[in-house]
């Protein structure tokens, strides 16, 4: 069994020189441990809190100042200097063409490989912007690649976005947190339908947002294999988000626990980040 993974789905705080309003401001989530996910944590501390091999890892923005996100990238490169990692930053994806190529500009910076904007709940509707397909363009045109976070349940959207898929197909999109599954019947239709444009993947994260039981967990990863194939999902951990409920070293023995090769395990738990963040 090879034991080398590469994370692609981590968050580093620092609630000292960052603003992370979501986070510190006066409504933070009510989620459990909250203490735990506040901490400033090293990467050799994560290096450290598994018996996996942590090779590299990729940093999805965190709030740290939305209005100029390269402070992030900037913060990042010091305190990941020691560890191969690439970025996930902030551009409002259905701005005005050129609010979002000036904000892109700014971004410059050797980790930079792609794009989120959270738009799940309601905000979803802001993909479906006319706006939204010319930004994708763009992110295309400069090799960046899309995360996209919403609820694959919301079928419409998730009909807009194998759309743009199609009409874009030099655009990469990685589909974050597994869809967010809930209403599992419209989730799977959404995955059987975005699953056949070859330019999505998908992150298999984000559970300790869901309220889904482990059996329910282990049906969606089946569901995933089955559509997006073994080339096309890539294990993740949300950290330091995954705290809610597991410690990071469980939840990638829990991912190893889903594989019934090591050649999938080796695909889904490394090769496949490594191919898509070229780390």
Not at 106 to 115: D, Q, R, T, V
Not at 184 to 196: G, H, R
Request: with cysteine; hydrophobic share 40%; net charge negative.
């Amino acid at each position: 069994m090879s034991t080398k993974i590469i994370d692609p789905h981590v968050h580093f705080f620092n609630l000292l020189d960052g603003q992370y309003t979501w986070l510190q401001g006066k409504n933070p989530p009510a989620w459990p441990n909250l203490d735990k996910i506040k901490k400033l944590v090293s990467a050799q501390k994560l290096i450290n809190s598994t018996d996996f091999e942590l090779k590299g890892l990729v940093h999805i923005e965190a709030g740290f100042d939305n209005s100029a996100p390269i402070n992030e990238l900037n913060w990042l490169s010091k305190h990941l200097s020691e560890m191969p990692f690439k970025a996930i930053s902030f551009n409002q994806i259905d701005a005005l063409a050129e609010q979002f190529s000036d904000a892109l500009d700014a971004l410059a910076h050797s980790s930079l490989c792609g794009i989120r904007d959270i738009t799940e709940g309601d905000d979803a509707i802001r993909l479906k912007s006319p706006r939204c397909i010319h930004n994708l363009d763009l992110l295309a045109t400069n090799k960046l690649h899309f995360e996209a976070q919403f609820e694959l349940h919301n079928v419409s959207v998730a009909n807009h976005i194998a759309h743009c898929a199609k009409q874009l197909p030099h655009l990469q999109i990685i589909l974050n947190h597994a869809g967010l599954p809930d209403d599992l019947a419209s989730w799977q239709q959404s995955v059987e339908l975005l699953a056949q444009h070859k330019n999505i993947a998908i992150k298999f994260s984000g559970f300790e947002l869901l309220s889904l039981t482990q059996a329910q967990q282990e049906a969606c990863f089946k569901w995933l294999l089955q559509h997006f194939g073994e080339q096309r999902i890539m294990f993740a951990s949300n950290f330091p988000v995954c705290q809610i409920n597991t410690h990071y070293n469980a939840l990638w023995h829990r991912h190893y626990a889903l594989c019934k090769s090591h050649s999938l395990w080796h695909k889904l738990s490394y090769a496949n980040a490594m191919h898509y963040y070229q780390l």
